[in-house]
């Protein structure tokens, strides 16, 4: 069976609309930046293996909690069909976090990716960010 060729990232606009989506709290901008059967793995998630779907109710709840959470793209870099950022967020925990009430608290989390991109929209996610850093700076660790 021959190898599929897999063709360079050569636009890595669909992480920047996705984050000014993220920061107007509008994750349905999710539809447009992930392929359809795209799997989204993140490290600590109850799930490790979300489907777009998925990924968009754990996003929806995040900025349920945090309303102003607001998401900034540091560094960037492109290899072949694969695109790594590393990002930070701030916010305040105003709304429920699962079933913990808000705690008014400021957090600042650290995070990074590593999307896999075919014709402009990424087809499988790998993302880390620190969770227990959060939960720490919440006073819930």
């Known amino acids: 069976m021959p190898t599929q060729q897999r063709l360079p990232v050569t636009d890595t606009d669909f992480e920047r609309r996705w984050v000014e989506a993220l920061n107007r709290g509008d994750i349905a ?3 447009e930046t992930f392929a359809p059967d795209c799997v989204i793995h993140i490290t ?3 799930d490790p293996n979300l489907s777009v779907e998925g990924f968009k109710q ?3 709840g995040l900025l349920a909690a945090f309303p102003d959470l607001h998401f900034t793209i540091e560094d ?3 290899t072949g069909d694969k695109v790594c950022t590393r990002w930070t967020a701030e916010g305040t925990n105003t709304g429920m976090f699962g079933e913990v009430p808000p705690t008014g608290r400021p957090v600042h989390v650290d995070g990074l990716i590593l999307d896999r991109v075919e014709n402009g929209r990424v087809v499988e996610r790998w993302e880390q960010w620190d969770q227990s850093a959060m939960m720490r700076q919440l006073g819930l660790l």
């Open 29 to 31: 901008v999710a539809d």
């Open 44 to 46: 600590g998630s109850p």
């Open 58 to 60: 754990m996003v929806g």
């Open 76 to 78: 960037q870099i492109v």
